[in-house]
């Protein structure tokens, strides 16, 4: 099992930039990919940034250029830099993470999440 708790959530104003972390727990030797999920209010739970083991990542076309994703494998930490936000930012952002099945067969089928954390961007 894999336990997450993000932090770093705040008000704030478009064009500020925030940043919003994940701390891992538990079978962390377990972890492969890692990435962040957002729900802004009355829509679905949408794909922010993923970061594999490696450091490969890939964005979402709405935040691509303006948020960092990374990852300190060392502290069991998932990072994400918001830079230039927008009022669309405003969301709860969620940590998930894949199990390495390699590493961790019996986690086959599992997928962790966080409890998220709110983002909240004003004019």
């Known amino acids: 099992q894999v336990q997450l708790m993000e932090s770093g959530g705040a008000l704030a104003q478009a064009g500020d930039s925030l940043r919003t972390s994940c701390a891992a727990s538990?079978?962390?030797?377990?972890?492969?990919?890692m990435g962040w999920y957002r729900r802004a209010p009355g829509k679905q739970r949408e794909f922010v940034a993923t970061i594999t083991s490696g450091g490969s990542t890939n964005y979402a076309a709405p935040v691509k250029g303006r948020f960092t994703i990374s990852r300190d494998n060392g502290k069991n930490m998932l990072y994400l830099q918001m830079n230039n936000l927008k009022p669309e930012d405003t969301a709860v952002y969620y940590c998930?993470?894949?199990?390495?099945?390699?590493?961790?067969?019996?986690?086959?089928?599992?997928?962790?999440w966080g409890q998220g954390t709110q983002v909240t961007v004003s004019e």
């Open positions: 538990g079978d962390t030797e377990c972890i492969s990919e």
């Open positions: 998930h993470v894949v199990p390495d099945l390699d590493s961790c067969p019996d986690l086959i089928g599992s997928e962790y």
